[in-house]
């Protein structure tokens, strides 16, 4: 029993049946994504005001990423293009650039952007104890410029066994800059280039801080859905990763039997991989920069 | 000579020698367990929905004790249950409220999830569609295969949570946030092996396998119907089908990250669903805060919603080509039903707040979705009424499936009308929560769609087998089941106008509101007529379980069509082999073309050709003047 119309189009519809399974399946992942992304207004604009941190992730290194994914998207359509012209070496060649491009972003997201907010720290100041903080925190000068209220000091925790130890009375902080000259107008917005903790150490009392944590997904609900978006999304890039590289391998013996057909399955992988972009293209100005 | 004489020529071929001749080299394992044949899944998903849907109904049957007996001893089953789930469950024979929310929580769980949708969708659609559109089979056959595997595992997995210390999950089918978010939690539960976490996990494998039956299902009608199958000559069950494909694709995925962000809430410690400032057993919990119980409700009821759909669309699907068969007329109105199913799968998607009346959304929120939600009984109607219609001056057969089909008008009619109340938020206000709701979905869902599945199991049996069902059993089954259902579920309305809640576990015993007599009875001693029916309803099903097992190996063998139906599966050998047809069927007629006039024969199938000096079909038309 042969199913048809599983490399040639059928007229009527001028499909072949794998291409309409992935535009379904990629509507069903609109919808998936979609959901995520509705919690992130949701949680988002019910946030206490200063509870929604900005600036907090590394913009040139998204930048960089983001910049991958796009590369990549390219170099899977001269894989696909290259297919069509029927020249293999070619094909393989373009292919193992996506592969690399695919792996090199997980590797920068989670060998990189990840640890480094794991080993961030911030201390949410509780609400009757913001005026001792007031030099680092600069909320009158916030307040005369009509702009949301700072309620968490961030930097590097010098002493990071005071999270676990209760016989530790204080967090010393090496400040991220914004704390050390919080009325600096240059700093009432979040910068677009990374600028990494100050020398300056803060010491913050545990019994003024409301809760303390690394930069975790039980930071924030804006870091849970970070790296819940993130983290599916790289689930998504690495399941990418690995149908090119099955079609890499053994993509061949398709060829050699009909080479229409491993362009199909390169197309098909190729529209997959494009969706995966596009995601990235909602999540990149959403975390990153807005 | 005319098409369907040389179907029977073909029929006296032995089926056996095709089938042996197409998967000769398959073995055992292969044909019938790992089978990527759409046929051999469609029954392998019929058998254990079926499984599923008992098993869903003894929860229950266990629960109606507690309802119509508070504290009183489980007989035969409470030292079991004890000595199985030990003492959290049954204490002394008798069942404690954990154990009572388990139970209410699984039946809801099973009985949608693992029971209804896995029978009415994908058994019915696996078996069925390809056969009536003239395909070989599904367009991917192995995403087919990882489609029944993954609901197994997910079903698997919620079976076992039964096991795990402190239970299965006890949050209602619904799961709401906080309380799932923060339940079976703490220092003597698992953090995986819990009831509450592992129903997450069984839900996601569960959203897999419906994702890729609906992109199969979906890519199959689309790319493999047979030549001449237009869309306007689909029958009317792929149509219904195709649009519930459309509604699990889109409406899954978002529960499915609503699912991901409790399963973070629960294992990674976020706050996605759990407000600031929440405080549990008297202490302030160490969370963020900052997220919202009610995004929860939204994203749940964003599929809840279109799942009612899903769970009434392919029953009447079921029933429309059950209808057409035994009135030997074609189904009245067939383009308002495609255009009916279509706007009801659109609009299924706007109406999910109406399930949140009580959450304080605000008067905006909730007119819009009072306005959709009046809007969709409009389609609703229209197939109800075109069903009705279709009735209407046949010579009806009143065969086994035609009784099933019969009873689902007026069943799904009441629960349908008597949910415009629950459409109104006003009138919402009072009812939510009691047990007029139960009694409102349930006349959708049992009397309607399980009626509905019954219906088709009776009628495409012979199909599966080349046997049909033992007629008088058939009988012995429908009738109490009938009365049954109505003698649970109308007394509901009663003791829901009460004011009953529909969560309480002393079946409302002490409460001064269920005190209240309505039609001789006080509300609470309602409840034990209607656990007898509940009880008497199981025990109708024996019949059929043995009539289904029996007929399998005894059953009065009968030819290809046994119903002088006149879609295609019933031009393909019974049982079908693989790759279903002799000969690639071509098709030239709508799928109901009964009694046509000047005919010999009182149904024509959509394989015969048009004859030259042949009247084309009228449109049905109802007179009402003679």
């Given at each position: 029993?042969?199913?048809?119309?599983?490399?040639?189009?059928?007229?009527?519809?001028?499909?072949?049946?794998?291409?309409?399974?992935?535009?379904?399946?990629?509507?069903?992942?609109?919808?998936?994504?979609?959901?995520?992304?509705?919690?992130?207004?949701?949680?988002?604009?019910?946030?206490?005001?200063?509870?929604?941190?900005?600036?907090?992730?590394?913009?040139?290194?998204?930048?960089?990423?983001?910049?991958?994914?796009?590369?990549?998207?390219?170099?899977?359509?001269?894989?696909?293009?290259?297919?069509?012209?029927?020249?293999?070496?070619?094909?393989?060649?373009?292919?193992?650039?996506?592969?690399?491009?695919?792996?090199?972003?997980?590797?920068?997201?989670?060998?990189?952007?990840?640890?480094?907010?794991?080993?961030?720290?911030?201390?949410?100041?509780?609400?009757?104890?913001?005026?001792?903080?007031?030099?680092?925190?600069?909320?009158?000068?916030?307040?005369?410029?009509?702009?949301?209220?700072?309620?968490?000091?961030?930097?590097?925790?010098?002493?990071?066994?005071?999270?676990?130890?209760?016989?530790?009375?204080?967090?010393?902080?090496?400040?991220?800059?914004?704390?050390?000259?919080?009325?600096?107008?240059?700093?009432?917005?979040?910068?677009?280039?990374?600028?990494?903790?100050?020398?300056?150490?803060?010491?913050?009392?545990?019994?003024?801080?409301?809760?303390?944590?690394?930069?975790?997904?039980?930071?924030?609900?804006?870091?849970?859905?970070?790296?819940?978006?993130?983290?599916?999304?790289?689930?998504?890039?690495?399941?990418?990763?690995?149908?090119?590289?099955?079609?890499?391998?053994?993509?061949?013996?398709?060829?050699?039997?009909?080479?229409?057909?491993?362009?199909?399955?390169?197309?098909?992988?190729?529209?997959?991989?494009?969706?995966?972009?596009?995601?990235?293209?909602?999540?990149?100005?959403?975390?990153?920069?807005? | 000579?005319?098409?369907?004489?040389?179907?029977?020529?073909?029929?006296?071929?032995?089926?056996?020698?095709?089938?042996?001749?197409?998967?000769?080299?398959?073995?055992?394992?292969?044909?019938?367990?790992?089978?990527?044949?759409?046929?051999?899944?469609?029954?392998?998903?019929?058998?254990?929905?079926?499984?599923?849907?008992?098993?869903?109904?003894?929860?229950?049957?266990?629960?109606?004790?507690?309802?119509?007996?508070?504290?009183?001893?489980?007989?035969?089953?409470?030292?079991?249950?004890?000595?199985?789930?030990?003492?959290?469950?049954?204490?002394?024979?008798?069942?404690?409220?954990?154990?009572?929310?388990?139970?209410?929580?699984?039946?809801?769980?099973?009985?949608?999830?693992?029971?209804?949708?896995?029978?009415?969708?994908?058994?019915?659609?696996?078996?069925?569609?390809?056969?009536?559109?003239?395909?070989?089979?599904?367009?991917?056959?192995?995403?087919?295969?990882?489609?029944?595997?993954?609901?197994?595992?997910?079903?698997?997995?919620?079976?076992?949570?039964?096991?795990?210390?402190?239970?299965?999950?006890?949050?209602?089918?619904?799961?709401?946030?906080?309380?799932?978010?923060?339940?079976?939690?703490?220092?003597?539960?698992?953090?995986?092996?819990?009831?509450?976490?592992?129903?997450?996990?069984?839900?996601?494998?569960?959203?897999?396998?419906?994702?890729?039956?609906?992109?199969?299902?979906?890519?199959?009608?689309?790319?493999?119907?047979?030549?001449?199958?237009?869309?306007?000559?689909?029958?009317?069950?792929?149509?219904?089908?195709?649009?519930?494909?459309?509604?699990?694709?889109?409406?899954?995925?978002?529960?499915?990250?609503?699912?991901?962000?409790?399963?973070?809430?629960?294992?990674?410690?976020?706050?996605?669903?759990?407000?600031?400032?929440?405080?549990?057993?008297?202490?302030?919990?160490?969370?963020?805060?900052?997220?919202?119980?009610?995004?929860?409700?939204?994203?749940?009821?964003?599929?809840?919603?279109?799942?009612?759909?899903?769970?009434?669309?392919?029953g009447?699907?079921?029933v429309?080509?059950?209808l057409?068969?035994?009135?030997?007329?074609?189904?009245?109105?067939?383009?308002?039903?495609?255009?009916?199913?279509?706007?009801?799968?659109?609009?299924?998607?706007?109406?999910?707040?109406?399930?949140?009346?009580?959450?304080?959304?605000?008067?905006?929120?909730?007119?819009?979705?009072?306005?959709?939600?009046?809007?969709?009984?409009?389609?609703?109607v229209?197939?109800l009424s075109?069903f009705f219609?279709?009735l209407?001056?046949?010579?009806?057969?009143?065969?086994?499936?035609?009784l099933f089909a019969t009873a689902f008008l007026p069943m799904f009619g009441i629960g349908g009308l008597t949910?415009?109340?629950?459409?109104?938020?006003?009138?919402?206000?009072?009812?939510?929560?009691?047990?007029?709701?139960?009694?409102?979905?349930?006349y959708i869902?049992a009397p309607g769609?399980?009626f509905a599945?019954?219906?088709?199991?009776?009628?495409?049996?012979?199909?599966?087998?080349?046997?049909?069902?033992?007629?008088?059993?058939?009988?012995?089954?429908f009738?109490?089941?009938l009365i049954?259902m109505n003698?649970?579920f109308l007394?509901?309305?009663?003791?829901?106008?009460?004011?009953?809640?529909?969560?309480?576990?002393?079946?409302?015993?002490?409460?001064?509101?269920?005190?209240?007599?309505?039609?001789?009875?006080?509300?609470?001693?309602?409840?034990?007529?209607?656990?007898?029916?509940?009880?008497?309803?199981?025990?109708?099903?024996?019949?059929?379980?043995?009539?289904?097992?029996?007929?399998?190996?005894?059953?009065?063998?009968?030819?290809?069509?046994?119903?002088?139906?006149?879609?295609?599966?019933?031009?393909?050998?019974?049982?079908?082999?693989?790759?279903?047809?002799?000969?690639?069927?071509?098709?030239?007629?709508?799928?109901?073309?009964?009694?046509?006039?000047?005919?010999?024969?009182?149904?024509?199938?959509?394989?015969?050709?048009?004859?030259?000096?042949?009247?084309?079909?009228?449109?049905?038309?109802?007179?009402?003047?003679?």
């Amino acid at each position: 029993m042969e199913i048809p119309y599983t490399v040639t189009a059928r007229p009527d519809t001028g499909l072949w049946n794998a291409k309409v399974g992935i535009w379904l399946f990629l509507a069903s992942e609109v919808m998936l994504f979609g959901g995520l992304f509705s919690a992130y207004i949701f949680l988002r604009l019910d946030a206490e005001p200063g509870y929604w941190p900005h600036g907090l992730l590394n913009v040139p290194v998204g930048t960089f990423n983001t910049a991958i994914l796009i590369l990549s998207s390219v170099t899977v359509v001269l894989a696909w293009a290259a297919l069509k012209m029927r020249r293999y070496a070619r094909y393989k060649l373009y292919m193992a650039a996506t592969i690399f491009c695919g792996i090199l972003f997980l590797v920068v997201k989670l060998g990189y952007e990840w640890p480094q907010k794991y080993d961030h720290f911030g201390a949410y100041i509780k609400t009757s104890s913001l005026e001792k903080y007031e030099k680092y925190l600069g909320n009158k000068h916030l307040l005369a410029e009509g702009l949301p209220p700072r309620v968490e000091i961030t930097g590097h925790l010098h002493n990071e066994e005071a999270l676990k130890d209760p016989k530790i009375k204080e967090y010393e902080v090496a400040l991220d800059k914004v704390y050390t000259d919080p009325d600096d107008p240059k700093m009432d917005r979040p910068h677009f280039l990374y600028v990494p903790p100050t020398d300056q150490i803060a010491t913050i009392a545990k019994e003024d801080v409301e809760r303390a944590t690394m930069f975790l997904p039980t930071h924030s609900t804006y870091f849970a859905t970070y790296f819940t978006i993130t983290g599916l999304h790289g689930l998504h890039v690495l399941g990418g990763v690995v149908v090119f590289t099955y079609l890499f391998f053994f993509g061949g013996k398709t060829y050699r039997q009909n080479p229409e057909h491993l362009a199909n399955r390169v197309e098909v992988a190729g529209l997959f991989w494009h969706f995966v972009d596009l995601v990235w293209i909602f999540v990149f100005p959403l975390f990153y920069l807005l | 000579m005319d098409a369907s004489s040389s179907i029977s020529a073909h029929a006296a071929h032995d089926p056996h020698t095709h089938a042996d001749h197409d998967h000769h080299e398959l073995g055992w394992w292969r044909r019938y367990i790992f089978s990527t044949d759409h046929k051999v899944i469609g029954l392998q998903y019929l058998l254990t929905g079926l499984c599923f849907l008992f098993f869903g109904f003894c929860l229950m049957m266990v629960m109606r004790w507690q309802l119509a007996f508070p504290g009183k001893p489980l007989p035969f089953l409470g030292n079991l249950i004890q000595n199985v789930l030990g003492p959290g469950a049954m204490n002394n024979g008798v069942m404690t409220p954990e154990f009572y929310n388990s139970l209410g929580a699984m039946h809801g769980t099973i009985m949608i999830f693992l029971g209804i949708v896995p029978i009415a969708f994908a058994a019915f659609g696996n078996f069925v569609v390809p056969l009536q559109i003239g395909a070989p089979d599904m367009t991917f056959p192995k995403v087919n295969m990882a489609s029944y595997w993954a609901f197994f595992v997910g079903g698997t997995i919620m079976l076992v949570s039964f096991f795990v210390p402190g239970g299965a999950a006890k949050g209602g089918w619904t799961s709401y946030t906080p309380l799932s978010d923060i339940a079976d939690k703490g220092p003597t539960y698992d953090i995986i092996f819990n009831g509450q976490t592992l129903w997450l996990i069984a839900f996601i494998c569960l959203i897999t396998s419906s994702l890729l039956g609906a992109v199969n299902f979906i890519a199959t009608i689309i790319q493999l119907r047979a030549k001449g199958m237009t869309w306007m000559r689909l029958p009317f069950f792929v149509w219904a089908q195709f649009v519930t494909a459309f509604l699990l694709l889109l409406a899954f995925p978002p529960l499915e990250s609503a699912i991901v962000m409790q399963l973070m809430d629960r294992i990674a410690g976020t706050s996605f669903f759990l407000p600031s400032g929440l405080v549990v057993n008297g202490a302030a919990v160490s969370i963020s805060g900052g997220g919202s119980p009610l995004l929860w409700q939204h994203l749940f009821w964003f599929l809840g919603h279109p799942e009612v759909y899903v769970l009434i669309l392919p029953g009447m699907g079921i029933v429309a080509e059950i209808l057409a068969n035994n009135t030997r007329k074609p189904l009245w109105g067939y383009k308002s039903l495609v255009l009916a199913a279509l706007v009801l799968g659109f609009l299924s998607f706007i109406v999910w707040a109406h399930h949140m009346w009580l959450t304080g959304m605000g008067t905006v929120v909730s007119a819009f979705f009072q306005t959709t939600t009046m809007i969709i009984s409009i389609p609703s109607v229209i197939i109800l009424s075109a069903f009705f219609i279709s009735l209407w001056g046949g010579s009806i057969r009143f065969t086994v499936p035609m009784l099933f089909a019969t009873a689902f008008l007026p069943m799904f009619g009441i629960g349908g009308l008597t949910g415009i109340p629950l459409a109104f938020n006003s009138a919402d206000l009072y009812l939510h929560d009691t047990y007029y709701v139960i009694a409102h979905f349930h006349y959708i869902v049992a009397p309607g769609t399980i009626f509905a599945v019954f219906a088709g199991i009776y009628y495409w049996f012979p199909k599966a087998t080349g046997r049909k069902m033992n007629d008088f059993w058939g009988k012995v089954h429908f009738w109490p089941s009938l009365i049954c259902m109505n003698a649970i579920f109308l007394p509901m309305f009663l003791q829901g106008m009460l004011g009953m809640h529909r969560r309480w576990y002393d079946g409302g015993q002490g409460w001064t509101l269920s005190s209240e007599k309505v039609w001789g009875l006080s509300g609470f001693h309602w409840n034990t007529p209607i656990s007898i029916a509940a009880w008497v309803m199981g025990l109708a099903q024996i019949p059929f379980i043995i009539n289904f097992f029996w007929s399998m190996r005894y059953g009065e063998k009968v030819d290809d069509n046994p119903w002088q139906a006149t879609t295609l599966e019933w031009t393909a050998p019974s049982p079908p082999p693989h790759g279903n047809f002799l000969a690639t069927p071509v098709v030239y007629r709508g799928p109901y073309e009964y009694s046509l006039p000047g005919r010999a024969k009182d149904y024509t199938m959509q394989i015969e050709p048009v004859q030259p000096n042949e009247r084309s079909m009228p449109e049905p038309t109802m007179s009402l003047g003679h």
